[in-house]
């Protein structure tokens, strides 16, 4: 039985997309909708817009195994109005739908946050607290002060539940410090950990050049890479932030690594990389995966072990 529960909706399933992936364009989101994802959500968004960084802007990084992938999207989006139009005549019974939002200003944050509202539309709200690859931005996630800020903005406009996408942390006072604010803030209902680890350079030694054009090669890890740095995040997240309800992200391929997320403390998986490398059809063999695992260890339900990590 995987099905399971976020914030009171039932649903199929605990895997979705990771927001980027399969989820810029409508018939990315209609495939996603008619998926075996037990949720969705909609590529992060600005107010206008974006073409986005110049390309090759993508690469997966492939050796004698997969390690995962280096991406410097630039946020090429179809802009707000885009994604509220398929948020509106989204089937909500389908699945749910989050809504991802990346203003490059506060400023346009408040004003798609605003319009969402008005709209009134069972849509989740989720901030991305944490797009590496604009030029010239950084990430509201490692500047404490304007990400209190920015929580304390979107909670007064929005006045309903909402969520957040961090990036990752690797400091333990970093994590303290970061739920401590977003424990100030009971509208911020989940959090969704982690973005990629930004800002890394990948070189391939035989052109001796980088896999990837914008920012000279600088651009943001998923995939395989990332696991162990998510599930901590994840788990210090889980720990620190009782109220809230924490989504998984990162390096997940398998039933595997999905249980390893769901163990940390996630209630939803979302898988980015692996998605991208393999379309759609990557829910059902993961959902398989995962049902074999918990058959295996006797589990009949996410609620036997979801958080139940044993530290030794
Ligand atoms: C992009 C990348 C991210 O990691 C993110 O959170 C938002 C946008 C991008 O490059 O498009």
Not at 221 to 233: E, S
Request: charged letters at 20%.
């Amino acid at each position: 039985d995987l099905t399971t529960q976020f914030l009171e909706l039932p649903l199929k399933n605990p895997l979705m997309n990771a927001s980027g992936v399969w989820c810029s364009v409508a018939s990315q989101l209609e495939a996603l909708a008619e998926s075996a994802a037990g949720a969705m959500v909609s590529k992060s968004c600005t107010l206008q817009p974006r073409d986005g960084n110049p390309e090759p802007r993508y690469r997966v990084i492939n050796g004698e195994r997969t390690f995962g992938s280096i991406n410097s999207m630039g946020l090429p989006n179809e802009g707000f109005a885009y994604y509220l139009r398929y948020a509106q005549r989204h089937d909500y019974e389908q699945k749910p739908l989050f809504m991802s939002i990346s203003g490059l200003t506060l400023d346009d944050n408040l004003t798609m946050v605003d319009s969402l509202k008005d709209a009134v539309i069972p849509a989740l709200l989720e901030v991305n607290l944490s797009c590496p690859n604009v030029p010239g931005k950084s990430q509201i996630g490692y500047d404490f002060d304007a990400m209190d800020t920015l929580l304390a903005e979107v909670s007064s406009g929005y006045q309903r539940p909402f969520g957040v996408k961090l990036p990752p942390y690797f400091d333990m006072a970093h994590f303290d410090e970061a739920a401590e604010i977003l424990n100030r803030y009971p509208l911020v209902a989940f959090v969704t950990c982690i973005n990629s680890i930004g800002n890394a350079l990948v070189i391939d030694i035989d052109s001796e050049t980088t896999l990837i054009k914008p920012k000279d090669g600088f651009g943001g890890l998923g995939g395989d890479y990332v696991l162990p740095t998510a599930l901590a995040n994840v788990n210090a997240f889980y720990r620190r932030c009782p109220e809230k309800t924490i989504i998984g992200c990162g390096g997940v391929k398998s039933g595997t690594e999905a249980f390893l997320h769901l163990l940390a403390g996630a209630t939803l998986v979302q898988i980015g990389t692996s998605l991208y490398e393999e379309g759609p059809g990557i829910f059902p063999r993961v959902l398989d995966e995962l049902a074999a695992i918990m058959d295996d260890k006797g589990y009949k339900t996410i609620a036997d072990f979801r958080g139940k990590l044993k530290t030794i």
